[in-house]
């Protein structure tokens, strides 16, 4: 018997406090300007969650900025 798994992508929104099990699934963007990000602003980093782009704080993982996926 297969058994399917429906994943469900969280809504992230501005303000959200990202959880550190969270920001394990993350990819960092070092490359952003591929992706035509504006450079991060210092103590923010760009990573990439499934097909978005979430621009968050270092330090305290609020979500400052959301690209959705291109």
Known sequence: MIVERTVVRPH????YR??????RGFSDVHDYRRYRLAPPPHGYRW???DHDFLLI???????????SGR
């Not at 990202?18 to 920001?23: I, L």
């Open 12 to 15: 992230w929104k501005k303000g």
């Open 57 to 67: 704080g270092i330090t305290n993982g609020v979500i400052s900025s959301i690209i």
């Open 18 to 23: 990202v959880t550190a099990g969270e920001r």
């Open 47 to 49: 990573v990439r969650a």
